[in-house]
């Protein structure tokens, strides 16, 4: 009895099952299309940020590497919000959450907010100095800022907070690309599904 209701139930839910890769695509495309934007609106300090051993990655080829992230998110971000090639896209984008995460985020840690009271961020995983002194540079600042700036005002929508810069946000989009490129780009909501309809036919979406 409760065997059929359930695969009643899961048979009826299936038809949906498009639902939930929409909803991750319609996350990620604003942040894809944002970061790709943002990198295309000031592409000759990408390329330096991207070259300079100094202050930069110190990554080889930085025009290439440059060109080719910046492509990756912005293309592709649009490419995902229609649900278009999702697959596809969602590869280089992958390959340019990995390359943020190690080449930018890791030495800072899973957070991607300093929270010293964090299991993330005390020792019990890992111990991130930065983290750890987030109390002393929030003291400081409030301080700083309740003597000389108008400290009501900064915080009428929410509270202080110290960035991390770590992996948490890189990690987390990684995994929900990984999502799209098994799975594609969902079932009656994306180009994919209406224009490839060989794929379709053989469960492919």
Do not use: C
């Not at 990620?28 to 051993?53: H, R, T, Y």
């Not at 010293?116 to 111990?127: E, P, Y």
């Not at 540079?137 to 770590?166: C, E, F, I, M, P």
């Amino acid at each position: 009895m409760i065997k059929q209701l359930y695969a009643n139930l899961f048979k009826k839910l299936s038809v949906a099952d498009g639902v939930p890769l929409l909803l991750l695509r319609l996350y990620l495309a604003p942040v894809m299309i944002q970061a790709g934007w943002n990198k295309a609106s000031s592409f000759s300090s990408i390329v330096d940020w991207f070259g300079n051993e100094d202050y930069g990655l110190g990554l080889p080829f930085p025009l290439v590497l440059a060109f080719l992230a910046t492509a990756a998110e912005l293309v592709g971000g649009i490419f995902l919000l229609f649900g278009l090639l999702t697959r596809l896209v969602a590869i280089p984008l992958m390959v340019t959450m990995l390359v943020a995460i190690f080449t930018v985020h890791i030495d800072n840690g899973w957070l991607a907010i300093a929270d010293a009271s964090s299991w993330l961020a005390d020792g019990t995983i890992l111990m991130n100095d930065s983290v750890m002194a987030a109390p002393e540079k929030l003291s400081a600042a409030k301080s700083l800022l309740q003597t000389h700036g108008n400290y009501d005002w900064l915080t009428s929508s929410g509270s202080l907070v110290v960035l991390n810069n770590g992996i948490e946000f890189g990690a987390t989009y990684f995994v929900m690309l990984l999502v799209l490129f098994f799975y594609g780009g969902g079932r009656y909501v994306s180009i994919d599904y209406f224009f490839r309809p060989k794929l379709r036919d053989n469960g492919l979406r």
